[in-house]
């Protein structure tokens, strides 16, 4: 239950595998560093997009029950397929929670998008972050999330692209040939087919969120939503309301990204001073020669002592897949660091499988919270140009960064975000979650917002739930954040 209170409608007051990572983004930016040119366009503009008829798919989607779930609840939860190529047999998986409240006719429609690239967003943003239900120890039981962002929109995870989470291709080669391009192309089919399923969203606001690689994933599709929005004006039907978009710390340019990690590492007394002193002469981050890449593997060969997701958190002990026989004791505001081992034994359970009918085909691989991307095609080297058209465009933004995230810390986020000449409208100041400091944040002219989280890593809200649940209210809204009042030191 949510009580508000206070001058600001923005104050909540609420009762109430790692080493996956490391190596994908190992990979990834080994391949995608030495590969890639710059390509700026997406050319999706004008693509051809069947829209099929959906009537009762929504029904059929509805779930009665998840495994485990702590009892009945008040809002409707539905999952399944929308084809989003005919052809090729491509098929997205979606997993929708309604609104939890009185306002869910009028409560925003909110997309989320994990990263990776290769993470789902069923599995990490639904039952990890953002979702109204987490996975306790067991691996086949669930608790409520009193801060699951479904208190203030109606919330849509999206397993993309193809072969991540449950989505799927019977074009085998599809899971190995994908890019931004395809990814946002995808998601726009995806999109237009799921609004005719749910045609009473059709008109309603709608944002787009997610994290980490998701600064690709989320500009992008809102990018290819306003181009193709101006090419249906005379088609009411196909225009998304698309309002603003919101990323969490976002890839935005890779090259900043990486430097900036071994910076925030060195200032957080991870690596040495030698060490940094040496990447620092030897290291274009846009460029890497063969010296400096083995000076970074050096350092990541002393393994995986700390979460370079949140360097503050505890490190899961247990092998992945581990759960225990009872249940532990749980806690929203205190994350276990093994919840992702529970998800992975809890989404590879048939019955939940059947709950959220998901696999109807009979998937011949296993589910993985995220999947290695060998091939990834395009990645432009950053989002600037496209983040400048979303904001030209008169979408509103918020780019917010969790403080103890190594990964793609928040110094990276604010010097790639200086290259936009944003004006202040709000200049540097402290928000205010139950009379402690919530975050930073600044506001310019042109409709972006950047807000730190403190004491959050990578995946804030699975961090930091009660703060990152204020910001997003806020943001929906459009209210500034609630300030947090300096007292005078006496
Ligand atoms: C993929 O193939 C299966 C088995 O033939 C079929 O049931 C399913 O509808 C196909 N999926 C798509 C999206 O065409
Ligand atoms: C790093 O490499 C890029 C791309 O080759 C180049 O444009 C840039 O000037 C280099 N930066 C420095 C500091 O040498
Ligand atoms: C899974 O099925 C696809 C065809 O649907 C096939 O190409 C592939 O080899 C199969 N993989 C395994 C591991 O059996
Ligand atoms: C799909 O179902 C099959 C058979 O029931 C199972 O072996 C497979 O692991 C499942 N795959 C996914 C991705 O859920
Ligand atoms: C920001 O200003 C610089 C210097 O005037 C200019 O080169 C750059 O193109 C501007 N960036 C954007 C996104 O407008
Ligand atoms: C934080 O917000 C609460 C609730 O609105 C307010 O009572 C308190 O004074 C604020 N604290 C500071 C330091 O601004």
């Known amino acids: 239950m949510i009580k508000i209170k206070g001058a600001s409608s923005c104050n909540l007051v609420l009762y109430g595998s790692f080493v996956i990572y490391y190596y994908l983004i190992l990979i ?38 998840l495994l485990g779930q702590p009892g009945k609840v008040n809002f409707g939860q539905y999952g399944g397929y929308v084809t989003v190529d005919k052809n090729a047999g491509r098929a997205f998986f979606y997993y929708f929670v309604e609104a939890d409240g009185p306002n869910k006719d009028s409560a925003p429609l909110l997309l989320w998008l994990n990263g990776g690239p290769g993470c789902s967003s069923v599995g990490l943003g639904a039952m990890t972050e953002i979702g109204p239900f987490r996975v306790k120890s067991d691996g086949k039981t669930l608790f409520q999330n009193i801060f699951a962002w479904n208190k203030v929109a109606n919330v849509l995870f999206l397993d993309s692209p193809t072969g991540i989470g449950f989505s799927y291709s019977n074009t085998t080669s599809d899971t190995e040939n994908n890019g931004d391009a395809r990814t946002a192309a995808d998601g726009y089919s995806f999109l237009l087919n799921w609004l005719e399923r749910f045609p009473e969203y059709k008109n309603r606001d709608f944002y787009i969120s997610g994290e980490s690689y998701g600064g690709h994933y989320v ?64 290291c274009n981050f846009s460029q890497l020669t063969d010296e400096c890449i083995d000076e970074v593997s050096m350092i990541w060969k002393r393994g995986e002592n700390y979460n370079e997701y949140n360097i503050y958190a505890p490190v899961c002990h247990t092998e992945e897949g581990v759960v225990t026989e009872k249940p532990n004791d749980i806690s929203i505001l205190n994350n276990d660091p093994c919840s992702e081992n529970y998800v992975l034994h809890y989404m590879n359970l048939p019955e939940v499988q059947l709950a959220l009918h998901a696999n109807v085909t009979k998937l011949n691989y296993t589910w993985e919270l995220c999947s290695t991307q060998r091939h990834w095609k395009d990645s432009p080297s950053n989002m600037i140009p496209v983040l400048q058209n979303l904001l030209t465009n008169g979408l509103r933004v918020l780019v917010y960064s969790g403080d103890f995230d190594s990964k793609i810390p928040y110094g990276s986020t604010i010097q790639v975000l200086k290259r936009l000449n944003l004006t202040e409208k709000v200049p540097w100041n402290q928000w205010n979650v139950s009379d402690e400091i919530g975050g930073s944040n600044v506001e310019y002219n042109e409709g972006l917002t950047f807000s730190t989280v403190r004491g959050a890593g990578h995946m804030v809200p699975r961090d930091q739930p009660e703060r990152a649940l204020t910001m997003i209210k806020c943001f929906l809204q459009g209210e500034p954040l609630p300030k947090f009042v300096d007292k005078p030191w006496v």
Request: net charge negative.
């Open 28 to 65: 990834f930016s080994i391949l995608v560093l030495r590969t890639h040119a710059d390509h700026r366009k997406l050319s999706v503009v004008d693509q051809h997009v069947d829209v099929d008829p959906q009537e009762g798919l929504k029904e059929k989607d509805r779930i009665t029950e």
């Open 219 to 282: 500009p992008q599709l809102a990018d290819t939503i306003l181009q193709n929005n101006k090419l249906a004006l005379s088609n009411k039907n196909m225009i998304i309301n698309l309002k603003g978009i919101s990323i969490g710390n976002p890839s935005l340019d890779k090259a900043v990204d990486d430097a900036g990690t071994y910076e925030f590492l060195w200032s957080h007394a991870l690596i040495s001073d030698n060490e940094i002193m040496k990447l620092r002469k030897d």
